[in-house]
């Protein structure tokens, strides 16, 4: 069942903790809010289950915030990237739907 449903442009960075292999993108702070405020069955370490699309690419997962209260962060597959020929440092335009 679908939530709600934001698109946004962000830059894609490697994680600190996780340099070698994980991909994300950060969600702007006011849609991190708004996700942060909405009714969602609990996922699993505050994160929250997602359809997302990046060009031609669809595919479910989850978010889950950088801190207690901070902004989301989505993983990119290495396979979507390559799908759509981004990069590490690129920007790109994502959509994400919240899933209830």
């Not at 946004?8 to 950060?26: D, G």
């Not at 799908?83 to 590490?88: I, K, N, R, Y």
Request: hydrophobic share 40%.
């Amino acid at each position: 069942m679908a939530g709600v449903r934001y698109e946004f442009e962000t830059e894609l960075f490697r994680w600190a903790a996780r340099r070698e292999v994980w991909v994300f993108a950060r969600l702007p702070d006011e849609v991190s809010e708004e996700i942060h405020d909405q009714p969602h069955p609990p996922a699993g370490f505050g994160s929250v289950k997602v359809m997302v699309t990046l060009g031609g690419s669809r595919w479910a997962t989850s978010i889950f915030p950088e801190s207690a209260d901070g902004p989301f962060v989505l993983p990119i597959k290495g396979s979507v990237r390559r799908a759509e020929g981004v990069e590490l440092g690129d920007r790109v335009r994502i959509g994400v739907e919240t899933l209830l």
